[in-house]
């Protein structure tokens, strides 16, 4: 009788023999790939591609710190991994206590995009709201709402398209740029008209180390007229240049609150780098900002009426998504005034 431990068969062993690569699902050429050797590139880029691939593992630490934060007064649902969060259990027009505000505000740095849901907000509602964070800008080239001239009005018809659809970070030409921005939903579309946003911060740790060692120390030049020149003649461009003169502002920013590394570049704000000549220049910049198109480092919320969203202008990028014209999206902002980033 055979014992658990021994054959009852013996089979003839083989030498396994090359087979040709055809290139069909489930051919030999599948069995070929070396998982240890695979893992190795999946940790860099394909060649001349420039594109990631791979687990974000960048992430992990991030993540696990975000599940582990408690919330006494409000609960939190994660959008995604790195960014975004869903508030529950705050009324934005009820009286809102220091407390609750002070941990909304370590909430907006924690997960850098905070939507409030079914809020129903009148203009002077949303800029009180706002107001508990700082002061309120007042933008000089995009219009202000009639009754609250700090709150930006973005709307949108079949004869005024959307033109936010670049990735970049709001007012990055001031000298202080905006520490953050409510946006309420006044009239939004059925179907499209979302917004992204970018986790900056996760854009910093996917750098390689070479270009983190360029960049870490490196300032740029932010200008205004790169966009918002465009409209104006020639006349009105010279005033305001001289009211927004270009300014510098690093190219990797530490976060006052958090002291994360932030790539702070965008793609219509940001002229050029400091010390490099216009090729490598071009090309670093096209880097970093590319950065914001990953996947792995964003949220996508589609808009809702009364819906609320309050957003860290000093770590993220977004884009309005400018898929629904000729239906009508209308959108008011608050800007708060931030700090000199550094």
């Known amino acids: 009788m055979p014992t658990d431990t021994e054959p009852t068969q013996t089979e003839p062993t083989e030498t396994a023999q090359p087979q040709p690569d055809t290139g069909a699902a489930g051919d030999a050429g599948a069995d070929r790939v070396d998982p240890q050797r695979f893992a190795r590139l999946a ?67 924690a997960h850098k995009v905070l939507v ?63 520490l953050g921005a409510v946006l309420r939903a006044v009239e939004v579309p059925e179907v499209g008209g979302d917004t992204l946003w970018a986790d900056m911060g996760a854009a910093y740790l996917a750098l390689d180390d070479d270009l983190r060692a360029l960049v870490d120390d490196a300032v740029a030049v932010h200008d205004f007229s790169m966009s918002f020149g465009m409209a104006l003649d020639d006349a009105a461009l010279a005033e305001a240049r001289a009211a927004y003169p270009t300014v510098e502002h690093p190219v990797i920013r530490t976060h006052p609150e958090s002291g994360e590394r932030i790539v702070y570049v965008n793609r219509i704000f940001t002229s050029h780098i400091v010390g490099l000549d216009e090729a490598t220049s071009e090309a670093v910049l096209a880097e970093l900002c590319a950065q914001a198109e990953v996947p792995e480092h964003q949220m996508r919320l589609h808009w809702e009426p009364g819906m609320v969203v309050f957003w860290d202008n000093r770590a993220t990028q977004h884009y309005a998504v400018s898929d629904y014209w000729p239906q009508v999206r209308v959108m008011e902002r608050a800007a708060i005034v931030g700090d000199r980033p550094r």
Do not use: C
């Open 43 to 109: 940790r860099g880029r394909i060649k001349g591609r420039g594109s990631p691939i791979g687990p974000a593992t960048y992430l992990a630490d991030r993540q696990a710190a975000l599940a582990a934060m408690r919330w006494d007064r409000f609960e939190l649902r994660p959008i995604g991994p790195s960014i975004g969060a869903t508030v529950d259990g705050v009324d934005l027009a009820g009286p809102l206590d220091e407390a609750t505000i002070d941990d909304l505000r370590r909430a907006l740095v």
């Open 116 to 178: 409030f849901r079914e809020q129903h907000l009148d203009g002077a509602t949303q800029a009180a709201f706002a107001r508990r964070f700082g002061d309120l800008e007042t933008h000089p080239f995009l219009a202000g709402s009639d009754e609250q001239p700090e709150l930006v009005r973005l709307a949108k018809d079949a004869a005024v398209g959307g033109y936010e659809n670049i990735w970049h970070s709001d007012v990055s030409w001031r000298e202080r740029p905006a």
